[in-house]
């Protein structure tokens, strides 16, 4: 991996020790003598420059790749996530998945670095404590789980997401269906549809599309986390908010992003031209996008996820960072569900012989 002068506003101003950021303090904390101090931004610290999506994709300055610190980085040989780390960090598993096959791995190219973070704002104590909760809400997980799914694997992690901006344009047209009833001479009702073609016009702006970038937490759990705070609580990236903490390199490049919110966007047009044909139903619906003003950010935002083995197979639990979400997997017991279904056959069967 290409390396950059570390940058020694991580270190404490009264003893030196490498400070550590820590959301409840929203400040880099000293864990040996406890000295608190600000993670300096940039110059320009209310910023969070978008970046023009075109002149991107054809090809990215190097000044705008690598992480700003130096950071060491490695590939799970289990679920292939690509961990960034302080470089003094020695680790032995794998944040997402347990596996201890960590392979140590140079760059051929820096990946493109973000030019926000959203910061930890929920501390790790509340975490667990909502994480107990939630296991204890669930009725149809098995009764062990809890205790199977220790959380001191709780993990703090940023992981990558790309947000796209774009204005769309986008004229449409249709066939609107009328329905109308008509009787036959045996007196016989039917129910009938009358097409009208109808056309439009919808005009949108579309503001942080979310795309992740992630490959080690399961693609369901990234969509549940949404939403996030990007739109309020961005600020310039800082390498100093990562100090101590496990990033997540991106996997899904910014074409493959791009591509994804364009499809994201266009579903959307979607919903919002059929809200505009009038009528009881629709066929035909033809749309002619057109995208422009296209910008995008690559963001880092945080996730505190826990990952255990029941069985033979993983399970993840992720909480949003910033806003406390959770949303996870666990294992259904088949004993009570089947409990279930015998109960409510038994109600059935004793509603049908009170018929008879």
């Known amino acids: 991996m290409s390396e950059v002068t570390a940058l020694t506003k991580f270190s404490c101003p009264a003893c030196g020790a490498e400070a550590v950021w820590t959301p409840s303090k929203h400040a880099l904390v000293c864990p040996y003598c406890g000295t608190e101090s600000p993670a300096e931004l940039k110059a320009d610290g209310s910023l969070v420059e978008e970046n023009d999506l075109v002149t991107a994709l054809r090809s990215l300055p190097d000044e705008q790749r690598g992480w700003a610190a130096e950071r060491k980085t490695v590939r799970c040989q289990s679920c292939q996530a690509i961990s960034v780390f302080d470089e003094k960090r020695v680790a032995q598993r794998c944040d997402f998945c347990g596996s201890p096959s960590l392979l140590s791995m140079e760059d051929i190219q820096a990946p493109i670095r973000p030019g926000s973070v959203l910061p930890f704002k929920v501390a790790e104590s509340k975490v667990r404590e909502e994480i107990r909760r939630w296991y204890g809400s669930h009725f149809w997980a098995k009764s062990d789980v809890g205790d199977k799914a220790l959380t001191d694997t709780l993990h703090g992690l940023y992981v990558p997401y790309w947000t796209f901006d774009a204005h769309a344009e986008c004229p449409w047209d249709a066939q609107a269906g009328y329905y109308y009833t008509t009787t036959d001479s045996q007196g016989r009702t039917q129910q009938e549809v009358r097409w009208e073609f109808v056309s439009g016009h919808v005009s949108h702006d579309f ?30 990236y800082d390498a100093g908010y990562l100090s101590g903490w496990v990033v997540e390199q991106y996997q899904i490049d910014l074409v493959q992003a791009a591509e994804d919110s364009r499809e994201r966007m266009t579903q959307r047009l979607r ?6 044909i009038p009528g009881n139903t629709h066929r035909g619906l033809r749309m002619e996008p057109a995208f422009s003003e296209q910008t995008f950010k690559h963001t880092l935002l945080p996730v505190w996820l826990l990952s255990y083995t029941y069985g033979t197979k993983t399970y993840q639990v992720a909480v ?11 294992p259904l017991s088949w004993v009570k569900i089947g409990i279930a ?8 069967l004793i509603f049908m012989a009170s018929k008879n």
């Open 207 to 236: 503001d942080d599309v979310l795309v992740p970038a992630s490959k080690g937490i399961h693609p369901g759990l990234l969509e549940g986390l949404a939403p996030f705070p990007t739109t309020t609580d961005l600020v310039p």
């Open 271 to 276: 919903d919002l031209c059929i809200q505009q």
């Open 320 to 330: 949003n960072g910033a806003t406390g979400k959770i949303t996870g997997e666990y």
């Open 341 to 348: 279904i015998l109960i409510g056959l038994l109600i059935i």
